[in-house]
């Protein structure tokens, strides 16, 4: 059947087209696939499985953090969206229109969530009134649409799926807190989860969310060299407060207007993830959100039927490695042979192979194989589950420590303009140089570089200089690259 | 602050105006809101916890079928609905569209899914190949959109949440045997979660899903006599492969269409769940899914200060509450008096109050009272976890035997025309009787009494009669009732 997506690689080598081999990667292993309508995309089961392990995870450290969850109408009116300046200019363009509803034309368009500033600060003004209302976080996972030009599965999409936190505080210290939890607990995921290592400062005022008072935003470093925005918190400060009518009695019977603060992921952490680990076979999935930690792969006997020997031990370990809480798969097609589902598993990401063969029972052993660097052990069988447990703990970490090495050798600490273009043509990367703050010099650097500000690394304070640009002071060290 | 919606009842009674009670439980629990599109509800903290709750159970189940999750876009391109003909009949006056995107008008307007067969089987005729891949069973979690004249919270919404699974088949039995799979999941989940009992069996030819074979549902009794649909799974057989060109090869390599399969339960189920146990002080939550089972309310000592004795007491029995796995909540505000708490919470549904005076920690002891009989009941310390896991096991089971008295109550077995009509001017709630089937009777009945056959259940065939209406031969009894 040639309609039938292909199951064996044929993966173009990242060296050769970075851009291909992503795309190749997401489509074979079917994580997604493009759907009937430009941008948008469907997020297969194997794909969204990992989805659903990053969604368990991060909301519980969600709800940890006092939030709560609840669900706000996608459809936002015309009218409610340009009631702050700002955000209407930077949302209004991507937005999708419904113009038509129940067979007539409705008399003040809606558009369909960006984002959900307007509809929830809406809400907030007829739900707060008393500083004991305060602080309000509230948490929804939900779809939200941006029309963009150019798209990739999980990375820019049309329609994504996020979470978008949306809180109110009494105090500006407050609200910057808040907003620098987030960001922190956006890095601690990306890093313990996802082994994704990423930098996390403030944007500038050019790349700040559109209504922000400070927009911070967590950065990773993808294997092209391009950064990729992973998360973003943003302190809202007064402005959507004011521009939606919050506001409550304090303790004192004045009525003030609260702090706000929004925050999110996307989807996009699934692209983020797969550049980060990957290799030319195909995806290395870290084992904490892997669907399967474990595939079994049974080798049948030279003569004689696997059923007698071979397959029932193979069940029986799958049966005590799922009892020792692992996520386990037992690969019993009897259509395929041991070497093709190697490659399939590989490529699929699979943390751990476990094969089993005639003599392997015989010796009552296995044979465990890493998926990152085809480390083989041969484990006795009472061994098996807490070996197995062993060997994806060193897999995780590995994954992060590798990832880590990259980001630190990405990374290029540049003091002249022709030396910034140079690496920017070739390795590209994080470029960490002065910046005199100027948006004026900033638009510059982009215009001949493609290279924006992505971050401005805490410690940027320590690092004054001069502007890469123009030589004027920097009071702190930035991170330039190109992005995704 | 005249703002700030009033935590106190004022809750109209069942009996004076049902619909207004649902609707003052609704919105004074604060499980939902309205927005500022009609139609479209927020779902609050409270009773977006419903539906994580809900969610989970279902989710569970669902997987023990053997389906997994996945993420199909809401966009559905007009000619991709337009393919099956009934049901783009069916769903197209009901569809908001897209006509805008990214500043400009779109080639091809984009409904916002309503259902999402268009969409997943127009990928499956992509992905199905051969034999070897199916059965394939795949659900989603997503928001659908429907363009509704009348609405109500969580009963009918233009915007809703729902589950939606699609399931292909080899073979016609199979495919039956999946609709009535599903059809059982739900009527477990809704008394075994819910405590909402219901009527399971198939919809008439006027009542099934737009391009079905048959549409199985199942039925709750309200309290108003009126009755809710309360999850449907539907058969339908080869026409949605034939629509979307769906086709693999079999064992003999011939070319051959799969059956296929949908089925779906939405928020309207918290609707079903207030309705089905609520009283004239509010709501009453099913432990199972109740977000707080428990709520602790500290009594202050007449003089002298509950930070003493009373409030480090308290904590201290939540601590260990939850060590035993119960969701507890402390309400140690200190702005209230014990008497408001005891009417806040019973209005919000908690199953169990534990209250704790002066008196009961001197003895060791608190007091557990149950939300639905008010049952009190004096604990020594050490039994409070057993006492209290015993006592919440005990109004699960009693809300479901309240539920099923009352929908075998409402039951009325009739054989006259009159006395149909009698009966549905009166207390209404399913009439059970004959009828021949024919669909112009079936529309005569619900043009003079607005009742329609909501089910014909199983056991049907073994009360063979006559038509309610016209006196001709029923093959079997049918339900009929109202409904919301």
């Given at each position: ?299 049948p006997p030279r003569k004689g039927d696997w059923n007698e020997a071979i397959l ?12 020792a809480g692992l996520r386990v798969h037992l690969d019993d097609r009897d259509t ?149």
């Amino acid at each position: 059947m040639e309609k039938k997506t292909p199951t064996l690689k044929e993966i173009t080598p990242r060296s050769q087209d970075y851009s291909q081999w992503y795309q190749d990667v997401v489509l074979k292993t079917e994580l997604a696939d493009y759907g009937p309508v430009k941008g948008c995309m469907i997020i297969r089961p194997y794909g969204y499985a990992l989805w659903e392990a990053i969604q368990a995870d991060m909301d519980r450290r969600i709800k940890e953090t006092g939030a709560v969850n609840a669900y706000f109408p996608m459809f936002i009116p015309k009218s409610f969206l340009e009631k702050e300046k700002d955000h209407v200019e930077g949302f209004s363009p991507e937005c999708a229109w419904v113009t038509i509803g129940g067979g007539t034309e409705l008399e003040e368009p809606l558009a369909i969530r960006p984002t959900s500033e307007a509809m929830i600060c809406s809400m907030y003004a007829k739900w707060v009134g008393s500083w004991r209302d305060l602080p309000v976080m509230i948490n929804q996972w939900c779809n939200v649409v941006r029309w963009e030009k150019v798209t990739r599965p999980f990375l820019r999409t049309t329609e994504f799926l996020w979470q978008e936190g949306h809180t109110l505080h009494a105090t500006a210290e407050e609200a910057e807190e808040e907003t620098l939890r987030m960001l922190e607990v956006y890095r601690g995921f990306c890093e313990e989860m996802l082994a994704m290592p990423v930098v996390a400062g403030p944007k500038s005022e050019a790349e700040k969310f559109a209504g922000a008072k400070r927009t911070y935003a967590i950065e990773a470093m993808m294997g092209d060299g391009r950064a990729l925005q992973a998360g973003t918190s943003h302190n809202l400060g007064q402005r959507f407060a004011e521009a939606y009518g919050i506001e409550y009695l304090d303790k004192n019977m004045q009525r003030v207007r609260p702090w706000s603060t929004s925050w999110g992921v996307t989807t996009r952490l699934i692209g983020g993830m797969v550049m980060t680990h990957g290799d030319d076979s195909g995806l290395i999935l870290p084992p904490r959100v892997a669907p399967i930690q474990i595939v079994i792969v049974p080798i049948p006997p030279r003569k004689g039927d696997w059923n007698e020997a071979i397959l029932p031990r193979a069940r029986e370990l799958q049966r005590r490695l799922r009892a020792a809480g692992l996520r386990v798969h037992l690969d019993d097609r009897d259509t395929q042979q041991p070497g093709f589902k190697y490659a399939d598993w590989e490529m699929r990401g699979v943390p751990l192979r476990l094969e089993i063969g005639p003599k392997d029972v015989e010796k009552n052993q296995a044979v465990l194989v890493r998926r990152d660097n085809r480390a083989k052990a041969f484990v006795p069988e009472g061994e098996l589950a807490a070996r197995a447990a062993e060997l994806l703990a060193a897999l995780q970490s590995d994954l992060l420590s590798r990832a880590r090495r990259f980001l630190a050798d990405s990374t290029t600490r540049v003091s002249a303009w022709d030396e910034f273009k140079d690496v920017m043509n070739g390795k590209r990367g994080f470029l960490a140089c002065g910046w005199c703050r100027d948006a004026a010099c900033e638009a510059a650097i982009k215009e001949e570089t493609k290279a924006t500000v992505r971050v401005m690394p805490r410690d940027a304070g320590e690092r004054p200089g001069v502007c890469i640009r123009c030589g004027r002071p920097s009071p702190g060290e930035v991170l330039f690259a190109q992005a995704y």
